[in-house]
Every structure is written in structure tokens, then in C-alpha cells.
């Protein structure tokens, strides 16, 4: 995976070419090259491009994201969980952020 100014791209290779997208936004952004290289200067490239894009055209250029997240447990995962949180002196959703920040 690749980062730049806070926007990840997703790389596969193909046939001796690299290829990939930048994840996380509303718009497809591609990008390819022939190696590692290329395919970073590209991907970087075109999230320049997409900022330059959406500032021409007075848009916000990635989604924006509530900060909640709907999440559905199996009843005992829940329960250890939650009784994590507690043994840690934390709530359940402080406990589950810091868990998906050290995974991040």
C-alpha cells in the first residue's frame, strides 16, 4: 500500500506491470507503471492531479466521514470485549478505536 499527503493507493501487479487505485474516495483514481517506481510517481501524481481537479471545480476532494461506524458482534465477542474496556478503565468505544488505530 502506498501513502501520500493522507490518501492510499492500492497496487497489484499484472503481467509484469503494476496497476492500481487510490482507496477511500467517492471518484475512481487509477494509476499505473512498469515498476515500483513509475507506479509510485504515478500514483502521486494523480492524487495531485485529483486535488488540483477538485480545487478547479470548488469541490471537496474525498469523502467525508462521520466517525461512526454501525458495528454488529456476536454476543459473547461483545461481552469480552466490553469486559476488556472495563478490566482496561476505558468505554467499549475508546477501547474498540484504539484496537482499529493500532491495526490502521
Known sequence: MLEYK?????????????????????????FEGQSFTEVEQAFQGSVDDYLAFCAERGETPDRTFSGKVPLRLDPDLHRR?????QAEGVSLNQWIARRIETAA
Not at 470485549?81 to 474496556?85: E, L, Q, T
Request: hydrophobic share 55%; aromatic share 14%.
Open 6 to 30: 493522507g490518501y492510499f493507493g492500492v497496487v497489484e501487479a499484472d503481467e509484469g506491470a503494476f496497476f492500481g487505485r487510490v482507496a477511500g474516495l467517492r471518484d475512481v483514481i487509477t
Open 81 to 85: 470485549a466490553a469486559a476488556r474496556a
